[in-house]
């Protein structure tokens, strides 16, 4: 089955209920799925440790938002892709944001007649997990990259641009040239 669109989760107001309980019979959630986001953290981190970056760009939401893990996978999925065609070695992306919610649904009767729980039905049952969600406040950062060069900054940015589309929210892209620290 097809994930439903963005939007019947990310504009919450609240956050989700997920009471994950040591004890079971006290859950509300029996199986939690595991997080599709493979790498937090790609390429060069220790030139970015010893300062050797001079250029940070950053994805900041612009909404507080519901960003699911697969849509924060796509993104760094394509971000790592062309920062390695175009930069590699000489960049380092942190992903900003962890999915620790968990995302229900209810499941349609299909063509029956009866009970439909994506409509009020059933007076707002719970439903089963079907992925985790990452709430996001304004002004926070989701991705982070720091690069060496001009060059690949500019890269970075760009990529940042094209994958706005990706997110379900209204960002924008910060671009910061860092000073160097002369040490004595």
């Known amino acids: 089955m097809a994930i439903r669109k963005a939007s019947s989760y990310s504009h919450k107001i609240c956050r989700p209920y997920t009471r994950k309980s040591r004890s079971k019979g006290?859950?509300?959630i029996k199986t939690v799925p595991q997080i599709k986001i493979a790498k937090f953290h790609i390429g060069n981190q220790q030139a970015f440790r010893d300062g050797k970056?001079?250029?940070?760009?950053?994805?900041?939401s612009e909404q507080r938002v519901q960003v699911r893990d697969n849509a924060i996978e796509a993104a760094r999925m394509f971000l790592t892709k062309i920062l390695d065609e175009k930069a590699l070695g000489q960049y380092y992306l942190a992903v900003k944001v962890y999915p620790h919610h968990m995302v229900r649904e209810n499941k349609s009767a299909g063509g029956m007649a009866g009970a439909d729980r994506i409509s009020s039905g059933m007076t707002q049952s719970y439903g089963i997990v079907i992925g985790r969600s990452a709430i996001v406040r304004p002004d926070q950062d989701i991705f982070f990259i720091s690069c060496?060069?001009?060059?690949?900054?500019?890269?970075?940015?760009?990529?940042?641009i094209t994958i706005k589309a990706k997110m379900p929210c209204r960002t924008r892209v910060i671009f910061e040239k860092v000073a160097l620290q002369i040490s004595k």
């Open 26 to 28: 006290k859950d509300y």
């Open 148 to 160: 060496a060069d001009e060059k690949c900054a500019r890269d970075a940015r760009d990529a940042l």
């Open 53 to 60: 970056h001079l250029f940070n760009i950053r994805l900041i």
